[in-house]
């Protein structure tokens, strides 16, 4: 089967720095992705990793380590407009659906 | 470019009843997915449409229904309503041939069961 964990909720303050972490188990990989939800909207994708490392995009990097089944998504000189749900999403192989971790409440305060 | 556009955005139905969600896709997108998406499960997956067929199909009961047109526009029905089908339905299309592969999502049909 398919597992990906995520912690449910996070607060951090504005202008600090947040890692929002993510395992998964599948049965094989194909790409890990994130994606960012505000309350109300659509998911919107925010990153995507293949290969083991960091990939750079402005503020938001995020981190895949396959052999450790682990991914962290990092969150530099938060606002508030990053109040939202990021979500870690995992293709186990070929075009096979997207499989979602529950998602993380992430709360900026000021 | 228009985005994923879902149809309609808000219903209310009551047990029993069936109910039918239309998604037009980004143009020229030809992968259709749908997912649910619930508080207590976070988003799970439905099925895939590409080129009118079904790719893949998820872990729900067969009253969760879909198909796709000519037009790659997709709809998903959903026969004898339960209070549990009471959630935000998302649609997302897929471009071919990227290498990444990522969905661009609606905003959702969010689905009231009383």
């Known amino acids: 089967g398919q597992n990906i964990d995520q912690p449910t909720e996070m607060t951090a303050t504005e202008g600090a720095i947040v890692q929002i972490n993510c395992t998964y188990q599948?049965?094989?990989?194909?790409?890990l992705f994130w994606y960012q939800q505000h309350a109300g909207e659509a998911p919107t994708f925010l990153s995507y990793n293949v290969l083991d490392g960091l990939e750079e995009k402005g503020r938001f990097s995020s981190f895949l380590s396959r052999s450790k089944g682990y991914s962290y998504l990092l969150l530099k000189e938060l606002q508030m407009k990053d109040s939202a749900s990021y979500l870690c999403a995992v293709r186990d192989r070929g075009n096979t659906p997207l499989v979602f971790g529950k998602g993380t409440r992430l709360s900026v305060i000021a | 470019k228009a985005g994923v556009t879902q149809t309609p955005r808000y219903l209310i139905k009551t047990r029993g009843q069936q109910v039918t969600l239309s998604c037009s896709p980004i143009s020229g997108h030809r992968s259709v997915s749908w997912y649910q998406q619930t508080p207590g499960q976070g988003l799970q997956f439905l099925f895939e449409?590409?080129?009118?067929?079904?790719?893949n199909k998820g872990n729900f009961p067969g009253r969760f229904s879909g198909r796709q047109f000519s037009n790659s526009r997709s709809e998903m029905n959903v026969s004898t309503l339960e209070l549990g089908d009471s959630a935000l339905y998302l649609c997302a299309s897929k471009p071919s041939g990227r290498v990444t592969g990522e969905l661009f999502f609606g905003e959702g049909s969010r689905l009231t069961v009383l």
């Open positions: 599948t049965s094989g990989f194909n790409g």
């Open positions: 449409y590409f080129s009118e067929t079904q790719r």
